[in-house]
């Protein structure tokens, strides 16, 4: 059983469209990291999000962590080509324990064509 | 600005060898961590250090891996005996806090 649920798991859009993808479990967590890895790389971190209803944005994407800290979104606007990567979310402090140990979900392959 | 570093990025042996990798993490952060990834996997955790201390291993980690942080800055991970089944991507985070820097990763291929 996935802990944490990407959808969708692969998206393949054209550059300038938005899009929104989306990361759920029936676990509260108490933080929650978005991150994006290129092939043959490590994952980069995007962002952190700790409260309930929070709302991040940097630049084009934008993060919201649900209100019972169990999912959260990210939504791209005006995709580029460069936005191409795996999403990956991940979650620390899973129902209350270590908040070191990250649960990460299978990600979303987004590809954006020019 | 030096991120974490891992070394080597590439390791390709036959099966029963032993590898070892290095990781090297930002240099004020205490906290190191492992991981690995297969293919159309996300990330799974392995085990981490607070400075020289392990404080917690994965059931993933069997009793042919084993992880080191010495002098509470760089850290080892070597497999034993390797099996087809170790081919991934591991993976080497550092953190201060909880936000975790990953570094490149070290792809390892078992023949």
Wanted: aromatic share 10%; charged share 20%.
């Amino acid at each position: 059983t996935q802990l944490l649920e990407q959808s969708p798991q692969f998206l393949s859009i054209q550059e300038g469209e938005n899009l929104t993808v989306y990361c759920n479990s029936s676990s509260v967590f108490s933080s929650l990291q978005w991150y994006r890895q290129e092939p043959g790389e490590g994952p980069v971190l995007l962002v952190t999000v700790v409260t309930g209803g929070e709302v991040k944005k940097l630049k084009r994407l934008t993060f919201q962590f649900g209100d019972a800290r169990k999912d959260s979104s990210l939504h791209i606007t005006a995709a580029q080509p460069g936005d191409t990567g795996l999403y990956l979310c991940a979650g620390a402090g899973k129902s209350g324990g270590s908040n070191y140990k990250l649960t990460f979900g299978k990600g979303t392959l987004l590809t954006v064509n020019p | 600005d030096t991120g974490v570093s891992q070394d080597p990025r590439h390791k390709i042996t036959k099966r029963g060898q032993n590898v070892t990798f290095r990781c090297d993490p930002i240099s004020e952060h205490n906290r190191l961590y492992w991981y690995r990834q297969t293919l159309g996997q996300g990330p799974e955790f392995l085990t981490y250090f607070q400075n020289e201390a392990q404080l917690e291993k994965s059931r993933l980690l069997s009793d042919r891996f084993s992880a080191e942080r010495p002098k509470g800055s760089f850290s080892t991970l070597e497999i034993q005996r390797t099996e087809q089944g170790d081919s991934a991507m591991y993976l080497c985070a550092s953190s201060s806090y909880n936000e975790q820097f990953f570094g490149p990763g070290t792809r390892l291929t078992v023949l």
